[in-house]
């Protein structure tokens, strides 16, 4: 697990390796990522957007941005937490993610960047 802490706001992400399948005559490597967002400051904020860099070794980096994540922009009260995950797809067995959440304190109105830090996406059989 790694963790990261922005303005108070704490992310925590874990992993796991789900198989391979192929989409389209191709082999993807499928891994499934796990983030907690924790609230230890004392505002109250709301996750707006997500940014995230996805590294894949054998392609160019894929930026994907959007509203919220899977659909939602949860509110966290101070010392609330939400959790939620998500997937991604390679085309090699090695790659990694980061990026940041655009949250707003909703007492403020200021936005800022809460970073998530890098993970790894590595296929357990090249783990020592």
Not at 56 to 64: F, H
Request: glycine share 8%; net charge negative; aromatic share 14%.
């Amino acid at each position: 697990m790694v963790e990261q802490i922005t303005k108070g706001i704490k992310i925590s992400v874990s992993t796991d390796y789900n198989g391979a399948s192929y989409r389209n005559n191709r082999l993807y490597y499928i891994f499934a990522y796990h983030i907690t967002i924790q609230n230890n400051s004392t505002q109250t904020v709301q996750l707006k957007e997500r940014y995230w860099n996805i590294y894949d070794s054998l392609q160019k980096i894929e930026i994907v941005t959007g509203e919220g994540v899977i659909g939602q922009t949860p509110i966290l009260n101070p010392g609330e937490s939400y959790a939620y995950s998500s997937g991604c797809f390679l085309e090699s067995t090695i790659g990694a993610m980061n990026g940041y959440y655009t949250m707003i304190d909703l007492h403020t109105l200021e936005l800022f960047k809460v970073y998530i830090p890098t993970f790894q996406l590595i296929i357990p059989t090249l783990s020592n």
